[in-house]
């Protein structure tokens, strides 16, 4: 499978912004998938994760009530709306994914990558 995210740009605080994932190739409908962001200096972190079949989600606590991830399996596509953007949200947003639909936050559970789309948020 394939991942390109884009949807990435520059923000002021309490901005908004949508991001996208388009899988493509040998997709699943029991994909598990996720955003994980690097900011400038710091490891790679956890964002969300959700499960296509039956659409559970998981959020790191750094963005609980902010964002929301979605996906649309006809579309092949997973989204994450980023609501109330603060400074400290600036960094390079990654969607992963993997082919079964546990739910994980660990950064090696996830076999592919996307390239990255950058999200800068101004103070």
């Known amino acids: 499978?394939?991942?390109?995210?884009?949807?990435g740009g520059l923000v002021q605080t309490g901005g908004s912004l949508r991001l996208s994932c388009v899988a493509s190739g040998r997709t699943s409908?029991?994909?598990?998938?996720?955003?994980?962001?690097?900011?400038?200096?710091?490891e790679r972190?956890?964002?969300?994760?959700?499960?296509?079949s039956g659409g559970n989600t998981v959020y790191a606590?750094?963005?609980?009530?902010?964002?929301?991830?979605?996906?649309?399996?006809?579309?092949?596509?997973?989204?994450l709306q980023m609501n109330s953007l603060k400074p400290e949200d600036t960094a390079v947003y990654y969607c992963a994914a993997k082919y079964n639909g546990i739910?994980?936050?660990m950064r090696r559970s996830y076999a592919y990558w996307g390239q990255g789309t950058e999200v800068t948020v101004s103070s």
Do not use: C, H
């Open 1 to 7: 499978v394939q991942l390109q995210a884009f949807g």
């Open 29 to 42: 409908s029991n994909f598990g998938t996720a955003w994980f962001r690097q900011a400038p200096g710091k």
């Open 45 to 52: 972190e956890f964002v969300s994760a959700i499960r296509w």
């Open 61 to 79: 606590d750094s963005v609980k009530g902010r964002f929301t991830i979605s996906r649309d399996r006809a579309d092949n596509t997973m989204y």
């Open 103 to 105: 739910l994980s936050e």
